[in-house]
């Protein structure tokens, strides 16, 4: 029966935490590998968004907060909880700053955005 209720729960909630360690690696001048971690923490019994696997994916939304580019957003399922996890972006503009942000979501809903992770773009081609 308890396991029922705690099923109950769950299935009403919204991610409880915002990931962390956002970061974005550029591949080339127009394409970024955004990655981030969320966190498991097995020691707090509130953060229960994660139990049975109720996180569904995640929502990667990158924009160009002084452009007038409408934002990217990718919704992605790669990696696992606990670890690390990737998006590749691409369609940047050389020379633009991006913000970077993601956040988890369920059937009932979005969980906090991360930190915005800030980023510009090269203008010159990096690669030899």
């Known amino acids: 029966m308890r396991m029922w209720s705690v099923f109950v729960i ?13 970061s974005a690696y550029m591949i080339n001048q127009t394409t970024a590998n955004i990655s981030w971690i969320y966190p498991l923490d097995t020691n707090n019994p509130d953060d229960i968004s994660l139990l049975g696997g109720m996180i569904k994916g995640f929502y990667v939304i990158v924009f160009a907060p002084l452009s007038m580019q ?31 942000q993601v956040k988890a979501f369920t059937k009932k809903g979005d969980g906090k955005p991360s930190v915005p992770f800030i980023f510009t773009v090269p203008k010159e081609d990096f690669r030899e």
């Open 10 to 22: 769950l299935s009403f909630l919204v991610p409880l935490v915002a990931p962390i360690n956002v």
């Open 70 to 100: 409408p934002p990217i957003v990718h919704r992605n399922y790669e990696g696992t909880i606990g670890t690390q996890y990737w998006d590749t972006v691409g369609n940047l503009t050389p020379g633009t700053t991006y913000h970077a």
